[in-house]
């Protein structure tokens, strides 16, 4: 019988490295689990890859307090010694700090929603809070977004659970978006400021990836 174990392991990503892609992410881990000697487990035929599976990607140039990645492995390992040997291997600005064994890779199906933190500037202070006072207008309001290799049209209050704003000092605003997964679709966090008729500029977005209980 095929030795196959799947660990579930949660990091986050900041700083720098937010700048690092989902593929050149799969890269770089693949070389830290060979500098760690864990015992990965790869794909067959001629150009086997180590068994990584990601979620819904983080997109180059957002921080991450949450990511999750499922790694199949070809023998047991301890959960802390899987977390020791894979952050001795890469920069601290990437950190894994929680490991368990699940049964199958199904990060897509298991994910519940993302959180956002979206750091914004506006030059027109007082109509761009006006125009988020009156959220309710703006419900039914749909957006043009990217879903694959397409562009299709979305309401994105279809996705928010919960949201809420906080003014940081002079025209500098922090909102706070919970929103939920539909029919394996995501909201990402600058889709939502295309609601708005003043457009506000993104200065930091971080995310937090929720799971299923």
Not at 9 to 28: E, H, P, Q, R, T
Request: proline fraction near 4%; charged fraction near 30%; glycine fraction near 4%.
């Amino acid at each position: 019988m095929e030795n196959r174990v799947v660990y579930r392991l949660a990091f986050f990503k900041l700083n720098l490295l937010k700048y690092v892609g989902a593929n050149d992410f799969l890269n770089f881990l693949g070389r830290a689990l060979r500098r760690a000697n864990i015992p990965v487990k790869y794909s067959e035929g001629y150009n086997p890859r180590p068994l990584i599976s990601l979620g819904f990607p983080c997109p180059v140039g957002v921080e991450s307090r949450r990511e999750y990645i499922d790694l199949t492995l070809q023998e047991d390992m301890e959960e802390k010694e899987l977390i020791k040997k894979l952050n001795d291997q890469i920069p601290n600005d990437i950190r894994f700090y929680e490991a368990y064994k699940i049964k199958k890779s199904s990060l897509i199906e298991d994910t519940y929603g993302i959180d956002y933190e979206l750091y914004i500037f506006t030059h027109l202070k007082d109509p761009f809070l006006l125009e988020f006072k009156n959220l309710d207008s703006l419900e039914h309001r749909k957006i043009l977004a990217r879903r694959g290799n397409s562009i299709k049209e979305i309401k994105p209050f279809d996705y928010i659970k919960e949201i809420s704003y906080q003014n940081l000092r002079d025209n500098i605003f922090l909102i706070k978006l919970k929103t939920i997964k539909l029919e394996n679709t995501i909201l990402r966090g600058e889709e939502f400021l295309e609601l708005f008729y003043i457009k506000p500029v993104l200065i930091k977005q971080i995310r937090e990836v929720i799971l299923n209980v």
